[in-house]
């Protein structure tokens, strides 16, 4: 009896290894005509993102092709597959039948983003048990497969930053305008990733030690010196200042003034990358470097720098007014201020901005050292700001600089053409002992260099505050920040003639507290508004404080008791 229970046990006990073996087998033995070819999946390498301290603000966005066959969908289970692919996919039923029934081959079904990836993957198990796929002659069973496919670049924040930001262009695979073509090296995808080794019956590779990995080489990541919220406040307050003004077009950037980082450059002329209106590629200029323009008066304090540099002026020295209106013999029309002064002193040239004033000092350099000096403050050359396509401008001869009718009115800002970035780059030597900066709006290394002695600097500070205190730029005063800056306002130049009702007005100065130093400019193209609100002590000076006031709000500047 007890031999005849082993025997049992012994039977049984082999049954279920037989059973267990044959299990084993169907699991991993290949099906009849299996080919266990080598497969290879291209993994797409991505651009790098752009980014503020907190926010990305251009970045890219993985896109994935879904490839299937139709044929190996089961015919009566098409419904079936287009209910549940469209409920994981969120692409329509009617889209999906029209992309699919008739057509032959692995076709292309959709391209989706990594979330809808996980979404199809997770579907797929659900359609293997449900059996919606066939098995395919060499065993494998069929089914979409996904790859990865490429990428969108994606900009989160609209309009902001543009066209400073620039956009990818994915037809041509490259930035196109701004930061996105600067530093397009930088930032480029530079190697897809590959896999390579046996496939197994569902088609998926084996990673054995046959297969072979190589990751993708992604793009570059840019961080920018640009406070985000600072740049948007000071976006939409151009966009105010615009209208109000009727001009064609309203910059500003603030500029820390010792690193030369760009925390803002902002234009009231802006687009969305990811969807371009006709009506808006004009706006794709970058007019802080590609609108050479004639400053007006914002080039006096320059002129009176370089008198300084070469020991021609002194600043409490008295200069001759002539009640507002001179003309000399050289001249076929008087020079005229708006303010008539019988004296003033040199400082008050700039104080109140005296043509008469600034001519009859700058007839004191030579041609030669007027045109030395204003290439010395980065005129009639490129900034080197990390933006692509500037224009330098120009500076007259030294042949017309030696007479004095170009010599004195490129000192009050006519006949020199400039541009609004060299204007900010030029100013901020005056906040920074005289140290010129070149401009950076990525977090990049800058370049500086002495241009004016630390001496010279602190006077034309002065100078500049005066301004502020009690000349044309009395409406950038703010209590408790030292602010200082100089006005400009200059016919526009179009058609062989000045306009006498179109103006560009400008306002170059600093926002400083104990512990932190900003210069600032604010330019206004093209204004229309009525006398006497297109002086720019009426338009670009009131929105220089405004961009203050900001800041202070933005706990980027302090407010001091007792300035």
Same mark, same amino acid.
């Given at each position: ?62 896109? $994935? %092709?879904?490839? @299937?066959? !139709?044929?190996?969908?089961?015919? *009566? =289970?098409? /419904? ?76 989160? $924040? %609209?309009?902001? @930053?543009? !066209?400073?930001?620039?956009?990818? *262009? =994915?037809? /041509? ?391």
């Amino acid at each position: 009896m007890n031999y005849r229970l082993l025997f049992i046990f012994i039977s049984f006990f082999i049954f279920l290894a037989l059973l267990y073996g044959v299990f084993i087998f169907f699991s991993i033995a290949k099906p009849l005509h299996y080919k266990n070819p080598i497969i290879e999946v291209k993994e797409s390498a991505i651009r790098g993102s752009i980014y503020t301290e907190y926010y990305k603000i251009a970045k890219s966005k993985k896109l $994935y %092709g879904v490839y @299937l066959n !139709p044929s190996y969908i089961d015919p *009566k =289970k098409k /419904e079936l597959f287009y209910k549940l692919f469209s409920i994981y996919s969120n692409i329509p039923v009617n889209d999906l039948k029209e992309k699919i029934e008739g057509k032959k081959g692995n076709i292309l079904i959709a391209k989706v983003d990594l979330k809808t990836k996980q979404n199809l993957i997770y579907l797929r198990k659900i359609l293997d048990k449900k059996r919606v796929f066939l098995t395919a002659e060499n065993g494998i069973r069929v089914g979409y497969g996904i790859v990865s496919l490429d990428f969108d670049r994606v900009y989160p $924040y %609209g309009d902001t @930053l543009e !066209p400073i930001l620039g956009r990818y *262009k =994915k037809d /041509e695979r490259k930035g196109d305008n701004g930061l996105e073509e600067y530093y397009n090296e930088l930032l480029r995808a530079k190697q897809d990733g590959i896999k390579i080794g046996y496939r197994d019956v569902f088609g998926n590779i084996i990673y054995d030690g046959n297969a072979v990995i190589r990751q993708p080489k992604n793009g570059n990541n840019l961080k920018l010196n640009i406070n985000l919220l600072l740049q948007r406040k000071i976006e939409k307050l151009l966009d105010i200042q615009k209208e109000k003004f009727k001009a064609k077009e309203v910059i500003a950037a603030v500029m820390d003034s010792k690193s030369g980082k760009i925390l803002a450059i902002a234009t009231s002329n802006r687009y969305n990358p990811e969807h371009i209106a006709v009506n808006e590629v004009k706006n794709m200029k970058i007019s802080a470097i590609r609108e050479i323009y004639e400053p007006g008066s914002v080039m006096k304090p320059i002129a009176f720098a370089i008198l300084l540099e070469n020991n021609l002026v002194n600043p409490y020295e008295v200069i001759k007014g002539y009640n507002g209106k001179w003309k000399p013999k050289w001249r076929k029309e008087p020079i005229v201020d708006d303010k008539p002064f019988k004296w003033l002193s040199a400082e008050d040239v700039i104080v109140y901005s005296s043509n008469i004033g600034i001519s009859q000092l700058v007839l004191r350099l030579s041609g030669n050292k007027f045109k030395k000096g204003l290439e010395k403050f980065g005129f009639s050359k490129k900034s080197g700001i990390d933006l692509p396509y500037e224009l330098k401008g120009r500076i007259r001869s030294v042949r017309l600089l030696n007479y004095p009718v170009f010599k004195t009115t490129t000192s009050y800002g006519y006949g020199i053409e400039v541009n609004f970035i060299q204007l900010l780059k030029a100013y901020n030597a005056f906040n920074n002992n005289g140290i010129e900066v070149t401009p950076r709006i990525a977090d990049m290394p800058t370049y500086s260099k002495q241009v004016i002695s630390p001496k010279n600097a602190i006077i034309m500070l002065k100078i500049l505050r005066k301004v502020v205190l009690k000349g044309t730029g009395k409406k950038a005063f703010v209590k408790g920040i030292f602010t200082a800056g100089k006005t400009g306002t200059a016919y526009v130049y179009k058609n062989g003639k000045y306009h006498k009702d179109i103006y560009n007005t400008s306002f170059f100065g600093f926002a400083n507290d104990k512990n932190h130093k900003y210069t600032i400019g604010v330019t206004f193209f093209d204004v229309k508004a009525k006398w006497p609100n297109y002086f720019a002590s009426n338009s670009a000076v009131p929105t220089f404080k405004k961009i203050v006031d900001i800041m202070i709000n933005e706990n980027l500047l302090k407010v001091e008791n007792g300035e």
